[in-house]
């Protein structure tokens, strides 16, 4: 085996084959018209609707996948199929390796409990119960002992900052440290893959943004590979590892949230990230001037002659020696560079983990925020 495939089959942690589903009285035979060259409105005038198109999507181990799109365009039925909550009309969803359509029912109830489960409604939490047992309710519910169930429930608790209300019911607590008990209690499950349909949806921006943060927080420490789904095209890139662009049933575009916003596939894609807040969603590491490191051709065709030698000097240079330039992170987003370019020709240079990566490219600044046409 190739050491390609065998890495992608290694990290693919859940994976869907040529998925479609049609929603009506025979689904198996608006298929068969379907594929038989069909249109759409006859198949909708036989009382069918196609939610889900030819989806083909692998999604990696710790990563959080984001599936975006307008309402209506199949997310939740596509996040539904992945702990088979409903079966598909044609292809195949696997999760580890495991082809969900040929599992016995007791096979996946132990698959649902142990590997993939759903979070519906993060943050209705019960009022008679403690902070703690709140928390410990989803692991109560898969039969895990008292002991056991609050000792992990306190590890989520202090990951979000709630040490001290343990104790406390939810009454006692403001609104967003309620959101958080909700969030805490949807992670503290025990599966390595965790499904979220818009569990942010209905809150304010303020308490959003601070559950975003918690969640990123705990992906890192507990890597759990999350597939979240938002209809908001902010908080996909916010969060997503990688992002889905779902329309109409269709998987239109998959990739980085920088990919996405550079490079959409599609005047639709583009039209979806076209009120994105480019100063804020593109890092500076986008900007880096280009030099001969990017060069594709073998070094004895470049002609390494002509760079300055106040270009190479730069590059040989350690970050402590260029102290005396304005010295940004890669990660930072362009916002951060333009007060600065504004009002000083001085060269801003690029660092990460205290290596020195270039200098800001003012033109690729102007064209990143520009963006296409
Ligand atoms: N159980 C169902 N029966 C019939 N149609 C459905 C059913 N569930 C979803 N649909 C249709 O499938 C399409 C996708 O729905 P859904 O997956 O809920 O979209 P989203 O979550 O992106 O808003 C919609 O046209 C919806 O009306
Ligand atoms: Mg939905």
Known sequence: MEPATRDALRLSILEIRSLTTVFGPNPARALRSLRSGASDEQIAASGHVI?????NLRICEGE????MGPSGSGKSTLVRHCNRLIAQTDGQV???????????????RALRRTQISMVFQAFGLLPH???????????????????????????IIEQVGLEGWELRMPAELSGGMRQRVGLARALCVETPIVLMDEPFAALDPVIRELLQNDLLELQRRFGKTFVFITHDVDEAIRLGSRIGILDKGRLLQVGTPLEIILNPVSPTVAGFVRHVNRSRAIPLSAALEPRAGDDRRPPSERSVGNRSVEERSVEERSVEERSEDLLLDA?????????????STNRVGI???????????RQRVSELLRGPG
């Open 331 to 343: 990660r930072q987003p362009l916002e951060d560079v333009l007060p600065h370019l504004l009002v």
């Open 351 to 361: 660092q990460q983990d205290g290596q020195f990566l270039g200098l800001v490219s």
């Open 64 to 67: 959080i996948f984001v599936l």
């Open 94 to 108: 696997l999760v580890q390796g495991l082809d969900l359509a040929t599992q016995s029912p007791s096979a996946l």
């Open 129 to 155: 119960r403690t902070v703690l047992d709140n928390v410990a309710f989803g692991l109560e519910l898969q039969g895990l002992a008292v002991r056991e169930r609050r000792a992990r429930a306190m590890t």
């Open 51 to 55: 939610a889900l198109r030819d989806i």
